[in-house]
């Protein structure tokens, strides 16, 4: 995958003057969906530090019942406490996991941080086993930064 070809198009979709935040970010996570064909299910979290819990935002893929996560709590969960991106190749190797969907394998979670704070994060599931690389990290971290200037 060359994630370099896709970053222009990120930048594009993020900065459409008629739309909404959340509308560019559902928009962003079609896009993403639709390019990587292992990115099955695309959506931000966001947190809320005073009841310590993540709350689910604009996303493209299945529905999710999944949308308030405990700090501390599952892939996304745990992110919100680590500051950290967490790569998942194999769900069912993970004690701490909410699973979605029988069809989820793997899974990434990039947070997105402003002004130093971890707002949220970008989480993608796949339903390949191992998809995801450095490549993927680097490429997510940079749509998190563009994200950010958002906020």
Known sequence: MNFEALQTSVIEILQKKDF???EKLKNLCKYLSERVDYYNW???YFANHENRTLHLGPYYGAETDHTIIPFGKGICGQVAESNANFVVPDVSAQDNYIACSITVKSEIVIPLFVNGINIGQLDIDSHTLNPFTAA???F???VNHEVAKLF
């Open 140 to 142: 997510l971290e940079f």
């Open 20 to 22: 909404s935040r959340d």
């Open 136 to 138: 993927d990290e680097r």
């Open 42 to 44: 695309v959506g931000f």
